[in-house]
Each structure stands twice: as C-alpha cells, then as structure tokens.
C-alpha cells in the first residue's frame, strides 16, 4: 500500500508545525543544534519553555484537551517544536509517569481535533510518517492494513471501532475520515507517552531547572496517596495487579472503561487503601468524568459495610467482563505491562487482591491491615463476583 502523497514537500514546514511528533520534525531546527542544557536555560528558548509548561498543565487539568494554549497557534513551527521537546524531557524526568501519560493523551486529542477535519491526503500523510501507511480513497475515506487497524483500534472501547463493523476488502479496512483521525489518535498518543531515554545527570538537571513546574504538576496531579489509619507505605501502585493497572491505564489515557471494570477499580483502590481523593483522580481521564457523580458513587462503593466498602470482583468474574490482562497487554508502553505475568497462571490465583497481598502489598480493612488473605501462599482468597454496586461514572443518579 502506498503512504498518501497528496502533501507535496513544500509544506513540510506547516506540516512539522502542526504534528510537532513526527519523525523529522527536527528538520524545523535547520542547522541549529539545540542542547537540553540550552533548552532548559538559554533565554533565546524561554517563549519554547513557557508555551511547553503551558502545555503540560493544560493537559494535567484536563487530558480531553478542551482547554486550549493560546500563545500556540500564534507560535512559530521551530517553537511548536522545541515547546514539545521540552515537554518530552520534562515529563520524562518527572518522579512519577502519569504527567506523561496524561500530556500524550492530550497532545494526541489536539492533533486529533486537526486530524478529523483536514482533507484526507494529510491524513494519509501524517499516518505514513507514523508508521500506519494509509491510502487515500474517493469519497472522504482511507484504505489501511488490517493488521495497522487492528493495532490501532484495540484499546477503542467503542462497539463501532471492532474489525467486524468495518468494510474490509483485499487485507485493507477502508474507513471514513473521522474514523481514521481517531485510530491515528491511538498512534500518536503510543507514540508520545514512551519517555524519551535521560541520562540520570540530565534528569537530575531538569529537576532542579523546572523544579516549580514539576512541583505544580504533583499538586494537580497528586500521587496516589493511601487513607488516614493505613499502615505507613501502604498503597504500592507498583504491585498492583496487570488487571487494575490495564484499567487506570486506560483511564488515564482517555478511554472509557466498562461499568464492571470502574467498579472493580474503585473497589480495589479503596481494599488496597487509597483515600477517597484519589479513587476519585482515577475516574478524572473518562471521556464522560463528571466531578459530582462519581464522588457520589465512590462514595457508595467506598462506604458500604462501616467503610469496609464492596469487595473487588473475583479472578473469574474480571475474565468473563474481558478485564484481566494476564496474557500481557500489547497496547501498553511500557514493557512489563506486555509481558504475560506467571503469577496469574498460578492455580492458587482466585483474587486481584490476593495477586497484590502475594507481591507485598498491605490489603486494609476497618483502617487495618486485612489478615483475611492470608500470608503468600494464601489459604485462600475471599471474593464476592456478585457484588453490586454503581460503577464511578457519569451515568445518571439512579
Ligand atoms: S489473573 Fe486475576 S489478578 Fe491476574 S490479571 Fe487476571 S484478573 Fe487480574
């Protein structure tokens, strides 16, 4: 299949401005060889940095992207670019990943909202650079490979976005352009929350130089932190399970998360001891977040039994809703979350909470640790796959 070759060269520079992400667009810079110590200090950058901050905490306070960074359509191509490496680096040497994760699904969402209504060719054009060659057809459409769509539309929950919906013919899938600016969307949101590799010394430098930013970051973006009474270290996101990390990476990057898994969720957080702030900050990436409702329903699921809170579903009940990702993720970044994880095939396995008790995170209960599940190996792990309970969602108060 051909890459669109409706863009002719001559626009490249307005090209790289738009899609600062894509390879080559370095090319903006000429002859000019940039440093990260300049980029971080040199006053010649300091429109790119500023416009860069902009970016990363319009996308911390909203990753759907509705915000907009007013001094960036005005900006030159060259400064699109360094703002966004920038942001690259800065988010790379941030302490935790969520401020990337969180910048790439807004960036992603920005060049999407050019993306659905430019005429096809640039779309093929970018979907090329990117790696998803595209062709463009008559009638507003685009031809892709099966094996590029189904990458891309994978962790589109829409019923819509399944192969089975799509026109597929001689191993493409021709889909219209809207449909396209959104599995590109994907592409461009994988792309961007890979960090971009630092050494230690230079994320050292960038620390202390963007200090204050980093440090407004964490405050809008604070780090899940476990509840009055739970044990000192409790909450170790690290541990969790490749089920409950699939589902707060998929909130995080914008998705929608089924009912089932949003309960599964608020439960877990709640078992494994998060305070209530931050079940709800899990719930804040959800196409459909609405601040009240999910309070409310956090606040059903957490408060349930004097505070003890629904149990999370089982093992079993998680797999028959599609939720557990033992198997490995092939959508996630970062290697570990692909891998297959062997302690999910262990026959002893029947609860996520007894994955993370075996790991060595503290399960809490009545503000304590819960002794229930017992020490690895667990005699056994407890669970009700029939708890019921509203999921954190903007679905209407029943
Ligand atoms: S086996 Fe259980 S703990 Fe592991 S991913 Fe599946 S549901 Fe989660």
């Known amino acids: 299949m051909a890459v ?3 863009i002719a060269r001559r626009d490249e520079r307005t090209l790289y401005a738009e899609y600062p992400f894509l390879p080559g667009a370095e090319a903006l810079l000429g002859a000019e060889t940039v440093s990260v ?4 200090e040199d006053p010649a950058y300091e429109r790119a940095r500023s416009i860069g901050r902009a970016r990363v905490l319009a996308a911390a306070d909203d990753p759907r992207a509705s915000r907009d ?3 960036l359509d005005a900006a030159e191509p060259e400064v699109r670019y360094l703002s966004l490496l920038f942001d690259e680096i800065v988010l790379a040497s941030a302490p935790t990943a969520a401020g990337l994760r969180r910048w790439a699904v807004a960036e992603a969402k920005r060049a999407h909202g050019r993306l659905s209504s430019v005429a096809v060719e640039e779309l093929a054009e970018v979907a090329g650079r990117l790696g998803f ?3 463009a057809r008559p009638g507003d459409r685009v031809a892709l490979r099966v094996v590029d ?6 962790p589109i929950r829409e019923a819509d976005y399944r192969l089975a919906r799509q026109a597929v013919a001689h191993g493409s899938v021709v889909v219209g352009r809207v449909r396209a600016a959104r599995v590109l969307q994907e592409a461009i949101r994988t792309r961007l929350a890979v960090p971009v590799p630092l050494a230690e010394e230079v994320r050292a430098l960038v620390r202390e130089r963007e200090a204050e930013l980093l440090a407004t970051l964490a405050e809008r973006m604070p780090a899940p932190v476990p509840r009055a009474g739970t044990p000192a270290g409790a909450l170790r996101t ?8 699939k589902m707060r990476r998929t909130l995080e990057a914008g998705e929608n998360l089924s009912h089932a ?5 608020a439960a877990f957080l709640h078992r494994a001891g998060a305070d209530f702030e931050t079940i709800v900050d899990a719930y804040r990436g959800a196409p459909d977040f609405d601040e009240s409702i999910t309070r409310y329903q956090v606040e059903h699921i957490t408060h349930r039994d004097g505070g003890v809170g629904y149990e999370p579903p089982e093992c079993d009940t998680l797999r028959s809703h599609g939720l557990c990702v033992r198997e490995g993720d092939p959508t996630a970044p970062l290697p570990a979350d692909r891998a297959r994880d062997p302690r999910c095939f262990d026959d002893r396995l029947r609860h996520p909470l007894q994955y993370y008790r075996w790991r060595g995170g503290t399960v809490v209960d009545r503000g304590g640790p819960d002794e229930r599940l017992g020490p690895r190996p667990p005699e056994e792990a407890r669970g009700t ?3 019921r309970a509203r999921s954190p969602s903007t679905a209407r108060r029943e």
């Not at 690290?238 to 990390?245: A, G, N, T």
Request: glycine share 12%.
């Open 4 to 6: 669109g070759r409706g």
């Open 37 to 40: 110590r300049s980029l971080l």
């Open 69 to 71: 960074v007013a001094e």
């Open 133 to 135: 060659p595209m062709e």
């Open 149 to 154: 769509y189904l990458k891309l539309a994978v």
């Open 238 to 245: 690290d541990l969790f399970p490749p089920c409950v990390r």
């Open 261 to 265: 898994g949003r309960f599964a969720l």
């Open 385 to 387: 796959s029939g708890s």
